[in-house]
């Protein structure tokens, strides 16, 4: 089992949606990113959060720590905003840290 | 444009071949990192340099050898590879090591990847 859970894999919604990605973590962090990936490869990286709530635009990214949960909103959803959603977090384990991915969510804005 | 360039964009070697990405970073970052994405797989943390040390080492074969000459640059030498080594190989820089304690000066930002092809 991966440290690091996204639901849903794969989401395909109309334009205009708000759309909520969800990321669930199983053991103690640091931090948290969101990063989007667009077809072709290249990543960008949308939020970095310790606690509480961020917002940039249209994204928004929540994290309950005691739930071990986060989870990106999209709000007036475009076709633009199609990519890949990953999550990944920061473990630190006697002193090392590691940075584990999850394994992305696939999200399609249909026009 | 994140300011992070990558070359080349694509790359198909034997398994016999050497050859070497190459990562430069226009931020004056002091961090730089390399990932590998293979197919329906997460994103894997290969390296991690900070000020052109080798901070962070996940337990990639030696047929991957990174060199950070200098704090804008960053390669990584390829050679007898295996066809499962096919992947998107990612390269990014931040401004301090991501683990570092100071939190908002380790956003990564991403460059575009190699799209690597081991026949």
């Known amino acids: 089992k991966n440290e690091v859970e996204q639901s849903p894999q794969n989401l395909t919604a109309q334009e205009g949606e708000f759309i909520t990605i969800n990321c669930s973590y199983s053991v103690g962090i640091s931090a948290l990113h969101w990063l989007q990936q667009h077809p072709g490869g290249g990543i960008v990286s949308l939020f970095m959060l310790s606690s509480g709530k961020k917002k940039h635009g249209r994204l928004i990214a929540t994290i309950n720590i005691q739930e071990k949960h986060s989870s990106l909103h999209i709000t007036a959803s475009h076709p633009r905003d199609s990519a890949v959603y990953i999550c990944?977090?920061?473990?630190?384990?006697?002193?090392?840290?590691?940075?584990?991915f999850g394994t992305g969510t696939r999200l399609t804005i249909i026009p | 444009e994140t300011g992070v360039t990558q070359t080349p964009r694509h790359l198909v070697m034997g398994m016999t071949n050497k050859k070497s990405l190459k990562c430069e970073q226009h931020l004056g970052h002091n961090a730089m990192y390399w990932y590998k994405q293979s197919a329906k797989k997460p994103l894997e943390l290969m390296f991690v340099y900070s000020l052109e040390e080798r901070v962070e080492n996940n337990s990639v074969p030696s047929r991957f050898s990174p060199e950070c000459p200098n704090s804008s640059h960053l390669f990584l030498h390829l050679h007898t590879l295996q066809p499962e080594d096919s992947a998107l190989y990612l390269c990014?820089?931040?401004?301090?090591?991501?683990?570092?304690?100071?939190?908002?000066?380790?956003?990564?930002?991403f460059g575009p990847g190699t799209r690597l092809t081991v026949l």
């Open positions: 990944a977090v920061r473990i630190s384990n006697f002193g090392n840290e590691k940075l584990t």
């Open positions: 990014a820089s931040s401004q301090d090591s991501w683990t570092s304690a100071q939190s908002s000066y380790n956003e990564q930002f």
